[in-house]
């Protein structure tokens, strides 16, 4: 990096660690623009209508990841596992709550410039993959994180292998695998992995 070059994520995400105040004016530009990234690729595949919405996705997300200053960011790779794990954790937490409301659970009415908009099947279908991941990492967390990144960070090959410290060709041989295995756990309803089957999953 040249003196005149912009900080990095990783830069700015390690002085505003060590406490450097002006780092998170200059942080939260380059995070929401990479969560809007991430949040694109899994919003990419939705039907009008039934669509997450995307600004409050992010800034859900963004909330979340700055309650994480006291980690010891280690790369840019770093922040892309923990930015798609909120993501799940958002939209599973979400998803849960859309349930308990259908169930006849208290409902509390949110502003639709707050609320992230999932339909009632899709609410289902995303508990219905968290549940196969959750299964899949009790023997295999690197297929389960495969998957996390790819579907919730919407993630590349590229990105997801360099998170995970292993080739492309490791990734694209074990995503394959998890796709198959992932099918055959949700086939008991029409869920997104059918439906995306020939997208990330």
């Known amino acids: 990096m040249t003196p005149t070059s912009p900080p990095t994520i990783t830069q700015l995400l390690v002085a505003w660690n060590q406490g450097d105040p002006g780092a998170l004016e200059q942080l939260t530009p380059l995070v929401y623009r990479e969560l809007h990234r991430l949040a694109h690729g899994y919003l990419a595949g939705e039907r009008h209508g039934h669509v997450l919405q995307t600004t409050a996705l992010v800034n859900e997300a963004f909330v979340r990841l700055i309650e994480w200053q006291k980690v010891e960011w280690q790369s840019r790779a770093h922040f892309f596992a923990v930015a798609s794990n909120i993501m799940r954790q958002i939209l599973v937490d979400y998803a849960r709550a859309q349930h308990r409301v259908r169930r006849g659970g208290n409902a509390q009415q949110v502003p639709l410039d707050e609320a992230l908009v999932v339909s009632n099947g899709r609410a289902a279908e995303l508990l219905q993959l968290d549940d196969a991941l959750n299964s899949l990492a009790k023997f295999d967390a690197r297929k389960s994180r495969i998957a996390e990144?790819?579907?919730?960070?919407?993630?590349?090959?590229?990105?997801?292998?360099?998170?995970?410290?292993?080739?492309?060709?490791?990734?694209?041989?074990?995503?394959?695998?998890?796709?198959?295995?992932?099918?055959?756990?949700?086939?008991?309803?029409?869920?997104?992995?059918?439906?995306?089957?020939?997208?990330?999953l």
Do not use: C, H, I, P
Request: charged share 25%; aromatic share 8%.
């Open 149 to 200: 990144l790819r579907y919730f960070g919407g993630l590349s090959v590229e990105e997801t292998a360099l998170v995970l410290n292993v080739s492309a060709v490791t990734v694209m041989r074990e995503w394959r695998v998890t796709k198959a295995w992932l099918l055959q756990e949700m086939s008991k309803g029409d869920g997104m992995m059918k439906k995306r089957s020939g997208g990330k």
